[in-house]
């Protein structure tokens, strides 16, 4: 049996080419979260004026990998102290973000939150928020990276 995680930690494309290195995690899909606008497109949400998040559904089964794994590969994987940034992408939906399914994803993130705090100098801007809507994203921004051979969209 599977669980569900989603996170937003700036452009989707490098989150999911990290959660997809992760043993246990199952499947991954890009998408958006936390906005207004029902089925919203790429173009939608690039105008910042929507809501969403850009977040990587994460289908992981809990008997290979823990929550709290994929977590810290969360907070290791992005600045979680700039608001609405993520190096050279800005706008809300690049902001960091961890969308919540159940009380005890709550506490678990609650804990790693206050954790992660101790390695970062600057405050944590990280939302933690009940889980919406997830629409999927393009076809052609799915596994975008792994499409054109690279690991990361890192500049």
Same mark, same amino acid.
């Given at each position: ?97 961890? =969308? ?19 390695? =970062? ?35």
């Amino acid at each position: 049996m599977t669980e569900t995680a989603t996170f937003a930690a700036g452009c989707f494309w490098g989150i999911q080419s990290a959660f997809d290195e992760i043993e246990g995690v199952v499947q991954t899909e890009v998408g958006y979260m936390g906005g207004s606008l029902q089925n919203p497109t790429y173009h939608d949400v690039c105008t910042d004026r929507t809501g969403h998040a850009e977040v990587v559904q994460v289908s992981f089964d809990p008997q290979r990998v823990s929550y709290e794994a994929l977590l810290d590969k969360f907070w290791a994987i992005h600045d979680p102290t700039t608001l609405n940034r993520q190096g050279p992408d800005f706008g809300s939906q690049y902001r960091s973000a961890i =969308f919540l399914y159940s009380p005890e994803q709550e506490q678990a993130a609650r804990r790693s939150l206050r954790n992660a705090q101790e390695r =970062f100098a600057r405050p944590i801007v990280t939302q933690l928020v009940p889980a919406a809507e997830f629409w999927r994203a393009e076809e052609y921004h799915q596994k975008y990276n792994e499409k054109r051979g690279v690991k990361s969209c890192h500049i």
